[in-house]
């Protein structure tokens, strides 16, 4: 068969075109919907992991003594174990196994986490210690700070249930909310914060958050801020197909406390003050959804909910009426591992 330098010419162009147009496609065509790199389509980000059910970091900070001779004691706390480095010795937990105090009576730094009755954070800071006339440069510090985190997990006993929290995730308080109370208490020369963070970010979760900061002395500010009250905060969830290893009857927030103290002046020197911070919170959930469709597990212990148009006491009140504390407490201290890791490095 023979073609005509027309028909020749013809047929050599559509190749071209089909050549050109099968080049200018996608080597992964539906694949690089956010652009392909130089060797491909870029992997999408992996999903985080499910937050720890408890943990807890905190620092500390006591110094007693004369530029001559200094005396302090400092170090990290991090779920139930402290890394001490420094002057003086080793500090261990308090008998509760959370509770730690550094100091002498009158100068020194207590930072306490609570799981029971309700999950609570307070850190208190005293520099007191009299002036040593014989020592003008005499120097009182103390300075503490601690975060409590903890999981929150609402579990969907059926898909139907779990879809009509799916439809409230978008909405800032939609399924639950936080209300806490706040203190802080200051004299002479001081300065602290509060602070709590609901929600863990994944997805289309929402975080929200709450701070509060006091100081008598012209520090960080114009002094003010030292007093009691309440705050509010959406508890927002997200299903567990957004982290590794959850699945889409499992509904994830966390809740985060922190506190702040500092007594004594910004710098070494004699300017006596005490500071105390506490914040604790309580969970509401949405008077619109069934409970019974629903069990709660908070900081690790499963608490099965019952329908209720009130509050439900958190975290911990739930595992004492039904199972007991114990379960926490052991899971803090499954928590606890050798080692020693910044408290910027860990999450809150």
Not at 127 to 147: E, K
């Amino acid at each position: 068969m023979k073609l005509s330098m027309r028909a020749a010419a013809a047929l050599a162009g559509s190749a071209v075109v089909a050549l050109m147009a099968f080049s200018a496609a996608p080597a992964f065509a539906g694949e690089c919907d956010d652009g392909c790199g130089p060797i491909g389509p870029q992997l999408p980000p992996p999903l985080p992991g499910i937050p720890a059910a408890v943990t807890t970091n905190g620092t500390y900070f006591v110094a007693l003594g004369t530029i001559q001779n200094p005396q302090y004691q400092q170090g990290y706390y991090q779920n139930g174990q402290t890394t001490f480095f420094g002057g003086g010795a080793y500090h261990p937990i308090g008998g509760d196994g959370r509770t730690l105090s550094v100091g002498g009576a009158l100068n020194n730094i207590t930072l306490q986490p609570t799981l029971d009755p309700l999950a609570a954070v307070r850190v208190t800071a005293t520099a007191l210690t009299p002036q040593d006339p014989n020592f003008p440069g005499f120097d009182i510090v103390a300075r503490g700070s601690l975060s409590l985190g903890y999981l929150v997990t609402l579990h969907a006993n059926t898909q139907a249930a779990a879809d009509a929290l799916t439809a409230m995730i978008g909405v800032d308080g939609g399924i639950a909310h936080v209300e806490g109370q706040y203190s802080l208490t200051a004299t002479g020369a001081s300065w602290g914060s509060v602070s709590a963070t609901t929600g863990t970010g994944a997805g289309a979760s929402l975080v929200d958050s709450f701070s509060r900061a006091c100081s008598l002395i012209n520090y960080g500010g114009a002094p003010g801020g030292c007093d009691a009250g309440g705050y509010n905060l959406g508890l927002n969830f997200a299903n567990g197909l957004e982290f590794a290893g959850g699945n889409g009857l499992d509904f994830y927030s966390a809740i985060t406390l922190s506190a702040s103290a500092n007594a004594g002046p910004p710098n070494l020197g004699y300017y006596p003050g005490t500071l105390d911070a506490y914040i604790d919170p309580q969970i509401f959930f949405n008077a619109g959804l069934d409970l019974s469709q629903y069990s709660l597990s908070v900081g690790g212990v499963n608490a099965p909910l019952v329908p209720t148009a009130g509050g439900v006491p958190e975290p911990a009140a739930w595992a004492m009426l039904l199972v007991g504390f114990g379960g926490i407490g052991a899971a803090m201290r499954r928590a606890r591992r050798p080692g020693f890791r910044h408290p910027t490095q860990a999450r809150v």
